[in-house]
Structures are given as structure tokens and as C-alpha cells.
């Protein structure tokens, strides 16, 4: 028996508390839909208002309890045979670029729809009145050069100048204005002369040090607008097709930071198409310590697909951010997921949890229930998936030593899904300014 009780008013509550009902009628094995909003909370004020509200304790009692555990023998426990077919919602959105550019245009073209005037502005903006705060704390020496503020065109020679910097690479910026035939970087000074871009790259700032600081600390407070801007720009340029990876990158910065968040610069999270990794959105996050980013990770996640609510994307996650809990809320938001799970994780089917020697190679067993669906493959060595969106019974392929292999289909799904972010960073790591671009993004910290 099922009993579905919505306290939306207390006409139908009434309903529900009739004098010929009887609570011990429920059965152990039965399921109870409550939705507990505010109506329930002035409900039960209106009902202890009289000496009869056994059944009343009794309900309020059982949804305090079910805010942190699971209602035994309110639920259906995991079925290993009697499996539904299940067919998962469609994602409707038209998938590209939303703007659009002659087939002539350049590279720059591309850049500054992404980029925009309004960031060079405000880095034009901030960056002289840095150096202004700075020269009036600290005034320069009379040998020093003089400061002349700053223009757009000359902010856009600046930035030119360090994305070359990362395609002809020397040992020093000071070489770029060498004169030697050697070191082949004569132009460099026609753009721009050394002091002047020493100057720029002294004061080069993306905030006011003279804001208020956020009521919650914030070490990269001073670069959440520069994170916020670009987060919004790779939203609203393109519409992903649907299916996208949500992973772990890191910002390379070389020498000191009093933030790290890995040991190699900061983490990044980032969430990118699953098919072009174009990333759609990026959180930078840098601090909290390594223990206490265990339990944000999954907060992380949440944040990036807040804008995703009730359109049927499907997004592939890595096993840090996968558990029962978490899917069943992305499932109740719309957002369709899939990954990797930790087999010491509650809440999982114990009939296909991996066990040394309990799997022949390829083979695999799947599990139901409720929206949830379970499976564990062996392929070198046996793993758990879960996913609040495929249907079990569902196969793929996979190439495996030169052969196709038949899997679940979230297996083959997520193999296929899952490389977005991969190659987002591949990417990033083969066209980024590697060299000096790190120490810009650092000096801006």
C-alpha cells in the first residue's frame, strides 16, 4: 500500500485524520509522500491547539527523523530482477554558439566577443587607480620612470605582448627587448618599451583596494568580478548539447602563494561539454585546506549547475562528487546524473558491491530503484556506477584490447562523456601563453 499525504491545507488534512483512520493500519513495507512546507508547520500549530493530535506527534516525529536518515519501510529497497524500463527526459535546448560572425572574421574577433570592452575598461580603470593609491602611499624615486595613465589601446599592446611571450619563449622578460640576433624578439620594443611594460605589469590590478572587504573572508576577493565576468560570458555564448563533465582542474602558478590548493597552484572546477570540451562554466576555489575540501566538493558541484535547474542536462561526474543523496536531489532539480560511486558509500545495492574474486572479467550485474539505477562492471579491476537518469536494463559497447565489449549503458555513456574536461585542459595546456601568462595571473593574486 501506498499512502501519498500532500498538507497543503487543512481541508486535506482533515481528510487524512479522520476519525475511522487508524495509524497502525500502515504497514511496515508501505511508502508515505509528505510535503512538509510551511502549510504543515501552521497545520500542526492549528492542531495542538486540541487534547487529540496523537497521530499528529506521531507525523511530526517521523519527518524530523527523515531529514537525516532514511525511512525504513518507507522506501523501495533495491531490486536485482524485476527491473523497469525507464526513459530519460529530453534535453530541448538548440546546442551551438548563440552569436555569429562573418566567415572572414580573425581570431580577435572571436576574442573580444568573449572578452569585451567592458573588461578592458574596468582593467584599464583599476589598474590606474592602483598605481595612483600606490604612488601617493609610496612615492616613486626621481630616477624611476614616470607613470602616464593608461588607455585601452595601450592596456590591448600589454596583453598582446604577453600571449607572445608564451609562444617565443626566453629565459627572462628582460630578453624580449634584447638586441641580440639571438634571442629573435627585435619587434617587442616597437609595441612597447621595457620600462613601460615593467610599469604596467607593476600596478596591473582588477579591484579597488579601497572596497570594503566581504563579510565572509575571501582570499580571492579581488579577482571574484575578473572569475564572475568570464563565467557569464562562456554561459551566454554558447548552449551546450546537453550532456556535459563536471572535474578537477588546476591553475598553474609558479613560486609563492599563501592559498595554494594543490600543489602545483589552484584548484578548479570545472564543467565542460562532454563531446567538444567547451568549458560552459568554471568555480575557482582556494580556501579552504585539503581536509576541509572534502566535504565542498559536492557544494562545488551544486554551484555550477544551479543555472541547469529543470532542463534535463545530463552531466557525468567523477566518484568525489557522487552519492545517493546528492543524485536524488539533483534528480528532484530537473539535472540528470551520472558517475563513478565509491562502493564504501551508504545507500548502496550490497548484491553487486564489488568483492575480491566475485566478478569475471567484463561482466557485469545492475540494480533499481526508484529513480536510481546501479551497476558494477569489471573491466581491470571492478567499479560502481550510479545514475539518477539510465534505464538498467540498457546496453553499450566499448572498446576493450580490440574488441567490443557489451556494458550498461551508463558504462559506455560515461567513458564517452566523461573526456570533456580532459580535453578542455588539453587544450588550455596547448594554445595558453604558458611561460609569463602564470606569472600574470600570480602578481594579480
Same mark, same amino acid.
Given at each position: ?162 600571449? +607572445?611571450?608564451?609562444?617565443? #619563449? =626566453? ?5 624580449? &627587448? ?5 634571442? !629573435? $624578439? ?64 588546476? +591553475?598553474?602558478?609558479?613560486? #609563492? =602563494? ?5 600543489? &602545483? ?5 570545472? !564543467? $565542460? ?173
Amino acid at each position: 500500500m501506498k499512502l501519498t499525504l500532500y498538507l497543503t491545507d487543512n481541508e486535506m488534512a482533515d481528510a487524512f485524520y479522520d476519525d475511522d483512520y487508524d495509524s497502525d493500519e500502515i504497514s511496515e513495507g508501505s511508502d508515505l509522500e509528505i510535503d512538509s512546507g510551511d502549510e504543515y508547520n501552521y497545520f500542526m500549530t492549528d492542531r495542538r491547539k486540541n487534547e487529540n493530535y496523537e497521530h499528529d506527534e506521531w507525523l511530526a516525529q517521523m519527518i524530523e527523523e527523515s531529514n537525516d536518515t532514511e525511512l525504513e519501510g518507507f522506501e523501495h529497497d533495491w531490486e536485482y530482477d524485476k527491473l523497469s524500463t525507464r526513459v530519460p527526459n529530453l534535453y530541448t535546448e538548440q546546442a551551438g554558439p548563440i552569436f555569429s560572425l562573418p566567415k572572414e572574421s580573425q581570431p580577435l574577433d572571436y576574442f573580444d566577443k568573449f572578452w569585451g570592452e567592458e573588461m578592458w575598461q574596468h582593467i584599464v580603470t583599476e589598474t590606474n587607480r592602483y598605481a595612483q593609491q600606490e604612488q601617493d602611499k609610496n612615492p616613486p624615486s626621481p630616477s624611476a620612470p614616470n607613470w602616464s595613465p593608461i588607455t585601452v589601446p595601450i592596456m590591448k599592446k600589454f596583453v598582446g605582448i604577453c600571449m +607572445l611571450m608564451g609562444i617565443v #619563449r =626566453l629565459p627572462s622578460k628582460k630578453y624580449y &627587448w634584447s638586441k641580440e640576433d639571438s634571442f !629573435l $624578439a627585435k619587434d617587442f620594443g616597437d609595441l612597447m618599451s621595457k620600462d613601460r611594460f615593467y610599469q604596467i605589469w607593476r600596478y596591473l590590478h582588477l579591484s579597488n583596494n579601497e572596497d570594503p572587504l566581504p563579510e565572509q573572508p575571501d582570499k580571492l576577493h579581488t579577482l571574484r568580478w575578473f572569475f564572475g565576468h568570464m563565467s557569464e560570458k562562456f554561459r551566454s555564448m554558447y548552449t551546450c548539447n546537453g550532456s556535459v563533465a563536471i572535474d578537477e582542474s588546476v +591553475l598553474k602558478i609558479r613560486g #609563492r =602563494l599563501s592559498h595554494r590548493s594543490d600543489a &602545483w597552484g589552484v584548484k578548479v572546477w570545472v !564543467l $565542460a561539454e562532454g563531446e567538444t570540451g567547451y568549458m560552459m562554466d568554471f568555480d575557482v576555489y582556494a580556501d579552504k585546506t585539503e581536509d576541509e575540501m572534502k566535504g565542498f566538493t559536492v557544494q562545488a558541484v551544486s554551484d555550477l549547475l544551479q543555472n541547469y535547474n529543470h532542463k534535463n542536462l545530463k552531466v557525468y561526474l567523477d566518484k568525489i562528487y557522487t552519492t545517493v543523496p546528492f543524485f536524488k536531489e539533483l534528480h528532484t532539480r530537473g539535472i540528470q546524473a551520472c558517475g563513478i560511486v565509491d562502493k564504501g558509500m551508504k545507500g548502496l545495492p550490497e548484491q553487486i558491491i564489488p568483492k575480491k574474486g566475485k566478478f569475471a572479467n567484463h561482466e557485469y550485474r545492475v540494480a533499481q530503484k526508484d529513480e536510481l539505477s546501479a551497476c558494477t562492471f569489471r573491466d581491470y579491476k571492478p567499479f560502481m556506477m550510479l545514475s539518477n537518469f539510465h534505464d538498467p536494463m540498457q546496453t553499450g559497447k566499448v572498446k576493450r584490447e580490440r574488441q567490443q565489449v557489451v556494458v550498461p549503458s551508463m558504462v559506455a555513456d560515461f567513458e564517452k562523456q566523461m573526456n570533456g574536461v580532459n580535453w578542455c585542459c588539453q587544450m588550455i595546456g596547448t594554445n595558453f601563453c604558458h611561460f609569463h601568462l602564470f606569472d600574470t595571473v600570480k602578481i594579480l593574486y
